[in-house]
């Protein structure tokens, strides 16, 4: 059974940080291209980052290009979002889920608030 969890957001500053992760189970990681979603109510579901399965490449969408680091654990089975100069803009939920395919059972996700 896939499971997905994703923790570590919350209320932050304009400008401030936080870093997200995601722990994965159930399927092989290791073999497994990664991302970080996001997604507004109402909204539809936008890429964010993505790694590949040796962590070497990675890409980023445009609205986050420069402030946003997405990284994995092969020995832990996760993922994570290093998040700086946060922006209001930036104020969603954020999920992690395979890059291509992605589990039809997504996680909770975490909500990210960037406010003053």
């Known amino acids: 059974q896939v499971q997905l969890v994703e923790s570590g957001g919350g209320l932050v500053q304009p400008g401030r940080s936080l870093t997200l992760s995601c722990a994965t189970s159930?399927?092989?990681?290791?073999?497994?291209?990664m991302a970080w979603y996001r997604q507004a109510p109402g909204q539809e579901r936008e890429l964010v980052a993505h790694?590949?399965?040796?962590?070497?490449?990675?890409t980023y969408a445009d609205f986050v290009k420069g402030r946003f680091t997405i990284s994995r654990d092969n020995v832990r089975n996760t993922v994570t979002l290093q998040m700086n100069s946060l922006e209001p803009g930036d104020t969603t939920m954020y999920y992690c889920?395979?890059?291509?395919?992605?589990?039809?059972?997504w996680g909770q996700g975490t909500q990210v608030t960037v406010s003053s």
């Open positions: 790694v590949n399965t040796a962590g070497d490449y990675t």
């Open positions: 889920n395979r890059r291509w395919l992605p589990f039809d059972s």
């Open positions: 159930g399927f092989v990681f290791s073999n497994s291209p």
